[in-house]
């Protein structure tokens, strides 16, 4: 069965650094999304993506975040400076449009 | 707007007991529903979902959930729990290609 896999699986990195979390969504899949998952908490949306730009974003996706689709395979989320409080679970989703959304396993950033 | 309400943080039930964990929403829309199952320290894996038709729906595990647009509901069911069903199980809404909106969580404790 396809899958959306996700890269990596963990990530530490220090405060203030650059992230970049990788998604390969499924082939035929034409919308993608982000969402996080702080420890203990509920699933937020971040973004979508659709046609090669943002169709939609929460007011958690704000300038330190970016999506890219640089190469026709690969979805990433860029958070630019992090900070603490982005420590996170974070998961790609892909859908061939409707409501098939498969989600990858995860990227746990961990903020130090 | 779009809400999620899960009742009960952490619901326990003895192996072989009946499960039930509860969620409700709003929505100003005909809605799409989702439940995820969540093992620890892993992704999100579809569990079922109601789109149109059949009102009862029937996922993995054995487990299936009713939508009832009177109440509402769309609460999460099973005959017989197993101890391999201790989880985290999420309940969500959404239109489609949109997000996911979703509850926050319920942790399932199967007891021997």
């Known amino acids: 069965e396809p899958e959306v896999t996700q890269t990596p699986s963990h990530q530490v990195t220090q405060m203030g650094q650059e992230v970049i979390l990788r998604c390969v969504p499924i082939?035929?899949?034409?919308?993608f999304y982000w969402y996080r998952q702080i420890l203990g908490q509920k699933v937020e949306f971040l973004v979508s993506?659709?046609?090669?730009?943002?169709?939609?974003k929460s007011e958690i996706f704000d300038d330190q975040f970016s999506v890219e689709r640089p190469d026709g395979s690969n979805f990433t989320l860029k958070i630019r400076s992090t900070k603490l409080e982005d420590s996170a679970m974070y998961f790609c989703?892909?859908?061939?449009?409707?409501?098939?959304?498969?989600f990858g396993s995860g990227t746990r950033l961990t903020v130090v | 707007a779009q809400s999620v309400t899960q009742l009960g943080s952490h619901v326990s039930v003895s192996e072989g007991a009946l499960v039930l964990l509860r969620c409700n929403y709003s929505s100003s829309v005909p809605p799409y529903l989702f439940w995820y199952v969540q093992y620890p320290n892993q992704g999100l894996q579809l569990l079922l979902k109601y789109t149109t038709g059949a009102t009862l729906v029937k996922g993995i595990n054995g487990f299936e959930a009713e939508f009832k647009k009177s109440e509402t509901s769309f609460h999460l069911t099973k005959p017989s729990a197993h101890m391999s069903d201790a989880a985290e199980y999420f309940c969500a809404v959404s239109r489609s290609n949109y997000q996911l909106i979703w509850g926050a969580g319920t942790k399932l404790i199967i007891k021997p």
């Open positions: 989703a892909s859908s061939p449009g409707g409501t098939g959304y498969t």
């Open positions: 082939s035929n899949h034409l919308y």
């Open positions: 993506f659709y046609n090669n730009e943002i169709s939609e």
